[in-house]
């Protein structure tokens, strides 16, 4: 299983577009990336998936370049209600196991 | 659409006892996950079912963990007996199937063992 890497932590302002930045160097052929959201107190929300090139919703878009080494969750103006933490996964379409990191804090100032 | 259910929402225990999580996933849901979660860590995949069978506990503490899933649809994850380091927050997601798509997450159970 690819591990991840995420920032600890990032600050931003409201309507400021925030871009988390995932490194998964050994990515395999088969995994897919994914991007999960957490408030306090309440379980991890699926926010996005992809696997190469780009992909967006109604919420972020997730930027994946060729070699799929890394990913990059943007978030287009955010606002309060966004500070949470955003975890980074890989893994393969049918895989058995997920593995969350520790993920990334982001806190989102007035 | 109803979400994942669980329940209680807060448990204290003191440790050597016994406490059991309950989980309703969505309907129609094949696959269960139970989680848990470290403060300030993120979450740590314990056991997944498919329909009522085990797909990987490889990360359950078997001497002191379990779980089950009667008839595929609710689940129980029981500790007995607890240690203090089983202080966490208790996550059931479910999904549609087994396949690496979106997980759906109930709200936790948040455990702390005295």
């Known amino acids: 299983l690819a591990k991840t890497t995420q920032p600890i932590s990032m600050d931003s302002y409201e309507g400021q577009e925030v871009n988390i930045t995932c490194s998964h160097n050994?990515?395999?052929?088969?995994?897919?990336i994914t991007w999960y959201q957490q408030f306090p107190s309440q379980g991890p929300r699926f926010i996005i998936q992809?696997?190469?090139t780009k992909v967006t919703n109604e919420v972020a878009s997730l930027f994946i370049p060729a070699d799929r080494k890394s990913s990059t969750l943007s978030l287009p103006r955010v606002s309060l209600s966004d500070t949470a933490v955003y975890y980074c996964?890989?893994?393969?379409?049918?895989?058995?196991?997920?593995?969350f990191g520790a993920g990334t804090r982001l806190f989102v100032k007035a | 659409e109803a979400g994942v259910a669980q329940s209680p929402r807060y448990k204290i225990i003191e440790k050597r006892q016994s406490v059991a999580f309950w989980c309703n996933p969505i309907?129609?849901?094949?696959?269960l996950y139970w989680y848990q979660q470290i403060l300030g860590q993120g979450p740590k995949l314990l056991i997944q079912?498919?329909?009522?069978?085990?797909?990987?506990d490889s990360q359950l503490p078997k001497d002191r963990f379990s779980a089950e899933r009667l008839k595929g649809v609710d689940s129980t994850l029981k500790i007995q007996p607890a240690k203090l380091e089983d202080s966490a927050v208790y996550l059931c997601?479910?999904?549609?199937?087994?396949?690496?798509?979106?997980?759906?997450f109930g709200p936790g159970t948040r455990l702390t063992v005295l």
């Open positions: 309907s129609g849901h094949a696959t």
């Open positions: 050994n990515i395999a052929t088969n995994d897919y």
């Open positions: 996964l890989v893994g393969e379409a049918g895989g058995f196991k997920t593995i």
């Open positions: 079912f498919q329909n009522n069978g085990v797909v990987d």
């Open positions: 992809g696997y190469k």
């Open positions: 997601a479910s999904s549609l199937a087994l396949s690496y798509n979106e997980q759906f």
